[in-house]
């Protein structure tokens, strides 16, 4: 167990929708990244926030954001799907000490488009 | 971030020790090198990180080239909880845009009775 909390484990949505994804980080980790993984793209980075603001953005379309609150928990919003929307979308988290490069994963939030 | 090379795919036998090699010719001196592994339908899992020292902790052991070109991940002993996708990561904490990992394909263990 990781102590990173994702919810919904799965999510089946219809074309069009809109969802929100979520995640708990660590206890007492201040930065929380979100990733996607799907079958042709392996894991793609999207965004990273710090301690409620923005750190880094990747590959995140515009139709998809994200925030972080200040108990620090994060939800990606997924907007207008798309059949290739489907992927796992996972949660990480960090410390706030050294850069030691060690995130900590979640199990991640499965979501299909139909 | 400087690009990895890993082979596809490995096989071991289990208990066997397992050598995964990774290539990174283009390392800059801030460069760390990570190691994640992805076990089926679960999210990555840190393994192990070093700079230029070898490396070990509970989980494995990272053996890193003098000219830190490449790095090999050891496995001690392969069990079947083993077999996952190892990924070989570089990342330097100095540059801007925080903390994140950029993940390639990485490679799949497959660990035999």
């Known amino acids: 167990d990781s102590g990173v909390t994702q919810t919904p484990k799965h999510l089946i949505t219809a074309t069009g929708q809109r969802v929100t994804l979520r995640c708990s980080p660590r206890s007492g980790d201040l930065s929380v990244y979100w990733y996607q993984q799907s079958l042709d793209q392996g894991l793609q980075f999207l965004i990273q926030?710090?301690?409620?603001?923005?750190?880094a953005k990747g590959n995140i379309l515009e139709r998809f954001s994200a925030q972080q609150f200040p108990d620090l928990h994060s939800e990606l919003n997924l907007s207008s799907l798309e059949l290739g929307d489907s992927a796992l979308y996972f949660c990480a988290s960090s410390g706030s000490g050294a850069n030691t490069g060690e995130l900590f994963f979640g199990e991640g939030s499965r979501l299909t488009v139909l | 971030d400087a690009k990895t090379t890993q082979p596809n795919s490995m096989e071991s036998n289990e208990e066997e020790p397992v050598h995964l090699p990774c290539n990174h010719s283009?390392?800059?001196?801030?460069?760390?090198i990570h190691w994640y592994r992805q076990l089926p339908s679960q999210g990555p899992e840190y393994v192990i990180h070093?700079?230029?020292s070898n490396v070990n902790n509970r989980m494995a052991s990272l053996a890193i080239a003098e000219d830190r070109k490449s790095s090999t991940l050891i496995l001690h002993r392969a069990t079947l909880r083993d077999a996952a996708v190892y990924y070989c990561i570089l990342r330097d904490p100095y540059t801007g845009g925080g903390n994140k990992l950029t993940f390639g394909t990485g490679t799949q263990l497959k660990v035999e009775l």
């Open positions: 070093g700079l230029t």
């Open positions: 926030y710090y301690n409620g603001e923005e750190r």
């Open positions: 283009t390392i800059s001196g801030t460069d760390y």
